[in-house]
């Protein structure tokens, strides 16, 4: 079998893996928001959907894009060059993130009060997510580390299974309750036990005693090429390294990691940001009900969105490999098959939900009535969008990430400026249409540059590859 079809055999497997988990997590969340919307008021259900986007948008900003860059460090680490070992690079993405995100942490905690006036979500809420906001930045840097080490399982359990679903037992036992002031805490709690679990899996497949090893061949290694290749091993190192040179690693590591991941990082804060942003600016400008009202008839594009989550943590480390080997091929057949993939698994459901649109209100309540248009404009924007294929994950393996910065920059501008302009006046659809107008801007600007600088398309010759089950099964032998 040719390279390229071990590939999209390979993509094919993690990719209904990190699927079945997308499902699960994306039905979890849309009920998650069903049973917040049909228990609470509008403005209860506003502000928490308002904080959990403020935390979520803030986790993404002091993560500082480290997941994404530890996946590419350690999928290219698999290449064989003497590199430092990975559980340096670990260390390297994991210490400013826990830095930064315990320091933002007590800065969010103690500006409490003026949060909670500018948003209008409650300043206990903005004080417990302050606290649970180190646990969520982590936890998702862990959980990429797995992947980054060939292991999808983990991204799926975890983050498809185990922290959705805990949430939403948690969010029905408060609601059971009636407890509204507990809403908060159950859905950070889960964050807890996923980064728990995370390090322990990493801690069981890298054991101290393997890393201990590793690290000491690549101490050894270093020295044997300083003293030159007719000294003994024996004689330039001990049998593992100790405090210093695991420094001098995790030092090595951080700063091959973050010449790479630097950049992406205004990159991936600035996407966390425009992910959820335009709740923000719904509640600000708007208040907590119409914040409501567009987060729970936006909430289904989550389908949309780990939809494409799941096939990217799939073929990220491949495309990663296959455009740094400069292999174009390889590159344009993944692009193309993943994109028809993604349309194919997608646009049914947007095709659905617009039709369904106007039963919408039916569905989430007599104050959502405004969401059947808000529903029609978001699945049109994601069918465009899935069309696309996922440009900027392509534009980022190539190691474009400050075009990708550039890119995500203009797109948030263009978010910003529709919704400042539109919400005061329509609300929850201008806040829609501001979320529209941005997110093809984010997906045609790196769509261009690919095809400008590679010729990737994200339709072509290769796309034919995707319907044929050969292309799902042969790496099977």
Not at 266 to 293: K, N, S
Not at 297 to 305: D, M, P, W
Not at 453 to 465: C, E, Q
Request: include cysteine; charge should be positive.
């Amino acid at each position: 079998m040719t390279a390229p079809g071990r590939s999209l055999a390979s993509v094919a497997r993690g990719g209904v893996l990190g699927l079945a988990g997308a499902g699960a997590g994306a039905a979890a969340q849309v009920a998650l928001v069903l049973v917040v919307t049909r228990s609470f008021p509008p403005a209860t259900a506003g502000a928490l959907f308002t904080a959990m986007a403020l935390c979520l948008m803030t986790a993404g900003v002091v993560r500082l894009d480290a997941s994404n860059g530890l996946v590419h460090a350690l999928a290219h680490h698999s290449s064989g060059a003497e590199r430092a070992p990975m559980s340096a690079y670990v260390r390297a993405a994991g210490y400013p993130v826990i830095a930064l995100s315990t320091v933002t942490g007590v800065a969010v905690y103690l500006l409490a009060p003026t949060v909670a006036d500018v948003t209008g979500v409650p300043g206990e809420w903005v004080r417990l997510l302050a606290l649970a906001l180190p646990f969520i930045a982590c936890a998702d840097v862990l959980v990429a580390a797995t992947r980054g080490l060939g292991a999808m399982g983990p991204t799926t359990y975890l983050l498809g299974v185990v922290q959705p679903l805990t949430q939403l037992t948690l969010i029905c036992l408060a609601t059971i309750a009636g407890s509204a002031s507990a809403l908060p805490l159950a859905w950070a709690l889960p964050y807890v036990p996923v980064l728990a679990l995370a390090a322990l899996w990493l801690y069981r497949h890298t054991p101290p005693a393997v890393v201990a090893r590793t690290e000491a061949r690549y101490m050894l290694g270093a020295e044997h090429r300083q003293t030159g290749p007719g000294t003994p091993p024996e004689a330039v190192g001990g049998p593992g390294p100790g405090a210093d040179e695991r420094a001098r690693h995790t030092r090595h590591a951080a700063a091959e990691l973050w010449r790479h991941t630097g950049p992406r990082a205004a990159a991936g804060g600035i996407q966390a940001v425009f992910q959820r942003l335009d709740i923000v600016i719904v509640a600000v400008l708007a208040g907590p009900v119409e914040a409501a009202c567009y987060t729970a008839a936006t909430r289904f594009k989550l389908i949309g969105q780990l939809t494409a989550q799941g096939l990217a943590h799939a073929v990220q480390p491949r495309l990663v490999r296959a455009l740094t080997g400069h292999d174009l091929h390889t590159a344009r057949r993944l692009y193309q098959v993943t994109t028809l993939w993604l349309v194919a698994l997608t646009w049914p459901v947007w095709i659905a939900y617009a039709a369904l649109a106007p039963w919408l209100p039916a569905l989430l309540g007599a104050a959502y009535e405004r969401g059947a248009q808000v529903a029609v404009v978001l699945a049109v924007t994601m069918m465009i969008a899935s069309a696309c294929g996922m440009a900027d994950l392509a534009l980022i393996a190539a190691g474009h990430t400050t075009t990708s910065l550039a890119n995500t920059t203009i797109a948030i501008t263009v978010t910003v400026a529709a919704d400042i302009a539109l919400v005061p006046a329509h609300g929850a659809l201008g806040a829609a249409l501001g979320w529209s107008a941005g997110v093809l801007v984010k997906n045609l600007l790196p769509l261009f540059h690919l095809h400008r600088k590679y010729r990737l398309r994200p339709f072509g010759r290769h796309t034919p590859a995707a319907l044929r089950p050969r292309t799902w099964h042969e790496g099977a032998a």
